[in-house]
């Protein structure tokens, strides 16, 4: 399409094969929950997520409990191991399709959604443990599943974008 006054009636006939509407973020969503594949998706990054997640409360707790890290340092080391634990299986088994881009723009694209979902779980990290002396261990999983949500929309709808 040449320009923003061009409508698809306009339009030569070999330009509407690649013409593409974009709809708006509601109706995706709403399309999207009702194709099976996504589902499929959602499943295994819970997997992901869940081998993840555990590999980042491991790391955390030998950090805090073995090697006397505090646990405000120890959480960004651990969320770091663990998105790297993430970004390979998600690659190769959650967004298989993604196999075929260049692993290197995907991995920022991956990290930089990865720090966007820690900044929500460092903070939900950081209140619980300041505000209710909470058990660092027990603080970091309940701030790992609140950042979940933040990182799987981010993963699926950019990183590893069809």
Do not use: C
């Amino acid at each position: 399409m040449s320009g923003t006054s061009d409508t698809l009636s306009e339009m030569p006939a070999e330009d509407l094969t690649t013409a593409v509407i974009e709809l708006p973020f509601h109706h995706r969503v709403r399309l999207g929950v009702r194709k099976g594949h996504n589902w499929l998706q959602l499943v295994r990054f819970g997997a992901v997520g869940a081998s993840g997640y555990a590999v980042n409360l491991i790391s955390f707790a030998i950090l805090v409990h073995l090697l006397g890290v505090t646990y405000w340092v120890a959480s960004p080391i651990a969320y770091l191991i663990g998105t790297a634990n993430n970004f390979y299986w998600n690659r190769r088994w959650t967004f298989s399709h993604a196999r075929e881009s260049h692993p290197g723009n995907q991995a920022w694209k991956f990290f930089a959604v990865s720090l966007v979902s820690f900044g929500v779980n460092y903070a939900v990290l950081i209140t619980l443990v300041k505000t209710t002396g909470m058990e660092q261990v027990l603080a970091q999983a309940i701030a790992n599943a609140v950042g979940m949500p933040v990182n799987f929309l981010g993963q699926k709808l950019w990183s590893f974008k069809d």
